[in-house]
C-alpha cells in the first residue's frame, strides 16, 4: 500500500508558476514509478508526466513539454511538479499517482486526493 498527498495548488495568473508536491508512505517509495495527472471540468481524467524509479526517465504529455518538469527525491519520498508558463487551459485538479507499470501503461495502482490550480487569464 502507498498513501499519497498533494500540496501546492493554488490560484496563480497566466504565465505564472507553481510547484506542486506529492509525499508517498507506505511502501518503500523509490520501489514504485510516479506521475501527476490532472481532471478539468467536464473533461475526463489525463496523464501529465512520469518519472521512473530512479528518476532517471521522465516522460510528458505533448501540452506539458517544454513547460512543466517532473522529478522525485526518494530519500524524502517525495514527487514534485514545477510547472511554468501556466495557461488558462491548465486548471484542473492535479492528482499525484503511483503506479509499477505507470510509465508503459499509463495503469495507476494509487492515487492522491488532489489538489486544485486555477489558473486566471
Known amino acids: 500500500q502507498v498513501q499519497l498527498a498533494e500540496s501546492g495548488g493554488g490560484l496563480v495568473q497566466a504565465g505564472g508558476s507553481l510547484r506542486l508536491s506529492c509525499v508517498g508512505t507506505g511502501r518503500a517509495f523509490s520501489t514504485i514509478n510516479m506521475g501527476w495527472f490532472r481532471q478539468a471540468p467536464g473533461k475526463e481524467r489525463e496523464f501529465v508526466a512520469g518519472?521512473?524509479?530512479?528518476?532517471?526517465?521522465?516522460y510528458y504529455s505533448d501540452p506539458a513539454k517544454g513547460r512543466f518538469t517532473i522529478s522525485r527525491n526518494n530519500a524524502e519520498n517525495t514527487v514534485y511538479l514545477q510547472m511554468n508558463s501556466l495557461k488558462s487551459e491548465d486548471t484542473a485538479v492535479y492528482y499525484c499517482a503511483a503506479g509499477t507499470s505507470l510509465l508503459g501503461t499509463r495503469r495507476v495502482d494509487y492515487w492522491g486526493q488532489g489538489t486544485q490550480v486555477t489558473v486566471s487569464s
Open positions: 518519472i521512473s524509479r530512479s528518476g532517471s526517465g521522465t
